[in-house]
């Protein structure tokens, strides 16, 4: 159980394109996901937390208007990379959580994006 | 500054040997967990400890709590390649704050 799908695993889009993935919790309902960017041989660094129905709270150094996350219902949440550029290139890797903390977090299989 | 130090940065080791990967900070942690991650996929969760001082057991994995909740140590008997990943600690600051330690990227030799 508690399966975490991302979609798409990998894409490359030129420069200026928006970008979205989405990530479904497969046979649980999410009270909360989390976006994590990770640059190779790095560790993840948590973007975002969004609960269903409400807006994402993001960290600091995230631009919300870069990175928006909708978190349409308790097995999906999208993140869209609008406008990308190459230094938007990384590993993004979505996980949910039954609760409101991270203890119980499940992690996607990341997405690849290579914007050129 | 990263909130979860975590060292050695690197380590490669021939199959069969013992090693130890530590995680340490200035900070108290409600929870502290340990991940590993294989190249192009989503980290996995191996343990959670919670109470200070605590042991977890893991067939050739160890894991320790430190008593004051601030800092935890891997301990991985007899490797072998299949252990090859990157081990992620991860700290819960009082429900509302996590933060991934910095990595350790293990390669064991055959």
């Not at chain 1, 308790?74 to 609760?99: K, M, N, Q, R, W």
């Amino acid at each position: 159980g508690a399966v975490v799908s991302q979609h798409p695993s990998r894409v490359i889009c030129k420069s200026g394109t928006s970008v979205k993935i989405e990530c479904r919790s497969l046979d649980f309902q999410a009270t909360t996901m989390f976006w994590y960017r990770q640059f190779p041989k790095q560790s993840l660094m948590l973007m975002a937390t969004s609960n269903e129905g409400s807006k994402a709270t993001y960290e600091q150094g995230v631009e919300k208007d870069k990175f928006l996350i909708n978190h349409a219902s308790l097995t999906l949440s999208t993140l869209t990379v609008t406008s990308a550029h190459p230094e938007d290139s990384s590993f993004y890797i979505c996980s949910a959580s039954l609760t409101r903390g991270h203890e119980t977090q499940y992690f996607g299989p990341g997405t690849r994006l290579l914007v050129l | 500054t990263q909130l979860l130090e975590q060292s050695p940065q690197f380590l490669s080791i021939q199959e069969g040997e013992n090693l130890t990967v530590y995680c340490n900070s200035s900070s108290v942690f409600s929870s502290l967990q340990w991940y590993r991650q294989e190249p192009g996929e989503g980290p996995v969760l191996l343990v959670t400890v919670v109470t200070g001082g605590e042991v977890k057991k893991l067939k050739r994995l160890t894991f320790q709590f430190g008593d004051a909740r601030k800092d935890s140590s891997l301990h991985i008997t007899a490797a072998q390649p299949g252990d090859t990943g990157l081990y992620l600690c991860a700290g819960d600051i009082r429900g509302n704050q996590f933060y991934f330690g910095t990595g350790t990227s293990l390669t064991v030799i055959p």
